[in-house]
């Protein structure tokens, strides 16, 4: 059975950072788009950014752009979110997914919720 588990998240002062892991397992993610989404309280959920399968194009949201970076080690089926001058609007559950067939940034951009297997979050809280 497919299943992602993030790790990393904890509560940090503004202008921190914080590395999010995500551990996939279960089936083959190498060749898998994989991207970050994160919900505030109240909110939608909503894109932060995205990894091609190869790990050589990166798409990032406005407000994560600059300043998160996304990565991904494929012998390792591990995907990570270094998130660099947090602040307090960062404050989210953050959720690691995997397009369940796409490879592109673009896979993950434009679906919808069911076309990705998702983590059960993590959560980021940056005090101000």
């Known amino acids: 059975q497919v299943q992602l588990v993030e790790s990393g998240g904890g509560l940090v002062q503004t202008g921190s950072s914080l590395r999010l892991s995500c551990s996939a397992s279960?089936?083959?993610?190498?060749?898998?788009?994989m991207g970050w989404f994160r919900q505030a309280p109240g909110q939608e959920r909503e894109f932060v950014a995205a990894?091609?399968?190869?790990?050589?194009?990166?798409y990032y949201s406005d407000s994560a752009n600059g300043r998160f970076t996304i990565s991904r080690d494929n012998t390792k089926n591990t995907m990570f979110l270094q998130m660099n001058s947090l602040r307090p609007e960062d404050t989210a559950v953050y959720y690691c997914?995997?397009?369940?067939?796409?490879?592109?940034?673009?896979?993950?951009?434009?679906?919808?919720?069911?076309?990705?297997?998702w983590g059960q979050g993590t959560q980021v809280t940056v005090s101000s």
């Open positions: 997914a995997a397009h369940r067939t796409g490879h592109s940034t673009g896979d993950i951009v434009q679906a919808p919720p069911v076309n990705f297997y």
């Open positions: 279960g089936g083959t993610f190498s060749n898998l788009a």
């Open positions: 990894i091609n399968w190869a790990g050589t194009s990166t």
